[in-house]
């Protein structure tokens, strides 16, 4: 598979138009659409461009060995999760944070067994 290729299997997992992934990465729809019939060279800028806007892993992209997206570490999932909570409607999960922010140790153990529980719970449903 061809790096023209992968671009657009990446877009059809992401389901983008090529305006709307064009527009992510600050391409025409036209540069796109040569990128994926491979008629454009994709640059290195390019490559840098994709993988940061959508945690592309670089080895897939480049050559198509490895996972498609990177792996994201613990820290970089909980700084994940807080940026969607920044934009997020739903009130009651912050509430629910800031007072757990508030909580001593003890309380905040008791805390994580019983969201524990409750996950639990939820996925034998």
């Known amino acids: 598979m061809t790096i023209g290729l992968r ?4 877009r059809d997992m992401l389901n983008l138009s090529m305006q709307a992934f064009g527009d992510k990465i600050k391409m025409t729809s036209s540069n796109i659409s040569k990128m994926e019939k491979d008629l ?3 640059t290195d800028r390019t490559i840098t461009l994709i993988c940061s806007e959508f945690s592309v892993n670089e080895e897939w992209l480049r050559t198509g060995e490895g ?8 820290d970089e999932k ?3 999760l807080l940026g969607e909570l920044l934009v997020d409607e739903n009130e009651q999960i912050r509430e629910i944070i800031m007072k757990a922010v508030e909580l001593d140790e003890d309380y905040l153990a008791m805390l994580n067994q019983l969201i524990e529980g409750m996950l639990n719970k939820q996925l034998k449903k």
């Open 7 to 10: 671009i657009k299997s990446l």
């Open 40 to 42: 454009r060279i994709v």
């Open 67 to 74: 996972e498609m997206f990177k792996s994201l570490t613990d």
């Open 78 to 80: 909980f700084a994940e």
